[in-house]
């Protein structure tokens, strides 16, 4: 079955780095655009950043861009978001999330998230 | 970036009841070369991911219960839950997708009155 399962998450002090990854499993990793999203402690959705499925196209939102990269590897199926010169207001569950449909280039809802990795950016 | 606002932030339906949230996008999420609105929607429970219940505005995504309907274009959309169930109490999402940078409404929290 389709199934993200992220990985990487911890406690960093303010200005630290830390890397997430996210395996995927059950479907062509290669072929869908990946996404991640986060959730700060009691408040709503954040979408962080998105990677196109050939690679060609990454964005990021803009209280993230020039500090976080979205990667992935797909021969090991799995998404990265390298996160550097983290701050307070980073403190989240961070979720890995798929698109529905293979090879577009338009917008797409998100089908699959996987259960979340916690980050805390605490001194 | 397109903002989406959610009306109410929250509501108290009773079990059996119709529930109505509304959401607005600051611009149009109608794509004209194939008529579609660019809007899903997120049910999300404590502890949990959230989980899609519809996309391009009124499809049901497969196996989300028919109570569920959504509804709307251009820039003002509903999510009708018709006869709402203990196990709907949760948090619902609206998201635009007509482009890569996706945002999210503030969301609406459902309880049982």
């Known amino acids: 079955q389709v199934q993200l399962v992220e990985s990487g998450g911890g406690v960093v002090q303010p200005g630290g780095s830390l890397r997430l990854s996210c395996a995927a499993s059950?479907?062509?990793?290669?072929?869908?655009?990946m996404h991640w999203v986060r959730q700060a402690p009691g408040k709503g959705l954040q979408w962080v950043a998105f990677m196109q499925y050939d690679e060609s196209y990454e964005d990021y939102a803009d209280s993230v861009k020039g500090r976080f990269t979205i990667s992935r590897d797909t021969s090991k199926n799995t998404l990265y978001l390298q996160m550097n010169s983290l701050r307070a207001e980073d403190t989240a569950v961070y979720y890995c999330v798929k698109e529905p449909r293979a090879g577009t280039t338009m917008g797409d809802v998100f089908d699959i998230w996987g259960q979340g990795t916690m980050v805390t950016v605490s001194s | 970036d397109i903002v989406m606002t959610q009306s109410p932030d929250s509501l108290a339906v009773s079990l059996g009841e119709r529930a109505t949230i509304n959401c607005k996008s600051s611009?149009?999420?109608?794509?004209?070369?194939?008529?579609?609105?660019?809007l899903g929607w997120y049910q999300q429970k404590p502890g949990q991911p959230p989980k899609l219940l519809i996309y391009?505005?009124?499809t049901r995504e497969s196996g989300v219960p028919d109570r569920f309907s959504g509804s709307g274009s251009g820039t003002d959309f509903t999510l009708t839950i018709s006869s709402l169930q203990a196990e709907d109490v949760a948090v619902y999402y609206c998201q635009q997708y007509y482009n890569h940078r996706r945002t999210f409404g503030q969301g609406t929290k459902v309880e049982i009155k």
């Open positions: 611009q149009s999420v109608l794509y004209s070369s194939n008529n579609k609105n660019y």
């Open positions: 391009w505005a009124s």
């Open positions: 059950g479907f062509t990793f290669s072929t869908y655009g």
